[in-house]
């Protein structure tokens, strides 16, 4: 991706992309002057080098996939409607208006909504049998239940229209050698967004971080970083610069984020030189768009009668701004850890000990 003179030692990340910047401004002057007949058999380049590459690939079998399948049964409820599709009080229904029939098992039908939601995790610790996985809690919880009322002047009721229960909840982690494996949650805090998972070490190609968390308060703006997780599934590293985020605790990174990165390993160049950690990734900036949709139900034609009303919903749909992504310092995943250590020391997991200056 960048090249350097052999001659020259690069220890430093940050330095390395500028240097090699100025490499390419000289390469292309000597170009010009040897094309010009000044400049004879001299070659700036003896012996290309890759630090960078080479460092990345040093802790990619850290960062391993995370997957969660949640099901949920959901229970929509049938109501009756007037001429103007407006729903009709009847104070002896249950839910204050009146159903579509009188028997209220067919006023309710039952289907099951499976979801998959992908991520990314770091494997911090390990305990001879099990890795500790360090992930985004908003990958691997959901709500156990979800309820959705009838509105009425934009207010809700107390009539359903909808009521989801999770029935079932499974979290598997992909290493190396591309197989999913069960995991397990440990812990999980939702003022962070932040959990822990474990996972048979044996059966996942996987190893423990192994460099050094770093800037333990917020990297300052401008710092080259490269963020590595799984979009799409892949694995991959994307690079960026690192900025301010809305949110305590919080950074951003100035590269083309995706579905995926969650909870993925962020590392940049320290001041001495090193490889470090400096946090894991967490959300794409995006708002929320609420649109209308019809049900799995109904019949769609190109007009809608006023009984067809009851098969539309309102849903909320995120519009992303891929431009950059947001990640979480090494300060908070040290008060997490900090605040959970005594249920992490009693799996005897060991971890590097700077996650708990």
Do not use: W
């Not at 001495?272 to 990734?281: A, L, S």
């Not at 919903?313 to 900090?338: D, G, H, L, W």
């Amino acid at each position: 991706m960048f090249s350097m003179p052999a001659q020259t030692a690069i220890s430093q990340f940050d330095h390395f992309c500028a240097r090699s910047v100025n490499t390419i401004i000289v390469l292309f002057a000597l170009t010009i002057l040897t094309a010009c007949g000044s400049v004879q058999h001299h070659t700036i380049l003896e012996r290309p080098s890759n630090k960078f590459a080479s460092e990345v690939q040093k802790v990619m079998p850290s960062v391993i996939e995370v997957v969660s399948l949640f099901e949920y049964d959901v229970h929509e409820y049938h109501y009756a409607l007037d001429a103007a599709g407006n729903f009709i009080p009847d104070d002896t229904s249950r839910f204050g208006f009146r159903m579509l029939t009188n028997d209220l098992e067919s006023n309710v039908s039952v289907r099951v909504d499976r979801h998959m939601a992908f991520g990314s995790g770091v494997v911090i610790g390990e305990n001879g049998d099990e890795y500790l996985v360090l992930t985004n809690r908003h990958i691997v919880v959901r709500k156990d239940s979800l309820v959705d009322y009838i509105h009425i002047d934009g207010k809700p009721s107390q009539a359903p229209l909808y009521r989801a229960l999770l029935s079932k909840h499974e979290l598997a982690i992909r290493g190396l050698n591309n197989s999913l494996v069960h995991a397990d949650l440990l812990v999980q805090d939702g003022r962070y967004d932040l959990a822990m998972l474990t996972v048979q070490a044996r059966k996942i190609a996987a190893v423990v971080l192994p460099v050094q968390p770093a800037f333990y308060e917020s990297p300052e703006p401008g710092r080259l970083a490269v963020m590595i997780g799984f979009p799409d599934e892949i694995r991959q590293a994307a690079i960026g610069l690192t900025g301010e985020a809305p949110y305590p605790g919080n950074f951003s990174i100035s590269t083309y984020g995706d579905f995926g990165y969650s909870g993925g390993g962020v590392f940049a160049g320290s001041d001495d030189g090193d490889f470090v950690f400096i946090g894991i990734g967490r959300s794409i900036p995006a708002k929320t768009v609420s649109y209308v949709a019809p049900s799995e139900d109904f019949t769609k034609h190109y007009g809608l009668a006023p009984e067809d009303l009851r098969h539309l919903r309102i849903e909320n749909m995120n519009i992303v701004n891929p431009s950059r992504m947001f990640a979480i310092t090494i300060k908070q995943i040290s008060t997490f850890i900090k605040k959970n250590y005594n249920l992490i020391a009693s799996r005897r997991f060991e971890l590097n000990k700077k996650f708990l200056n």
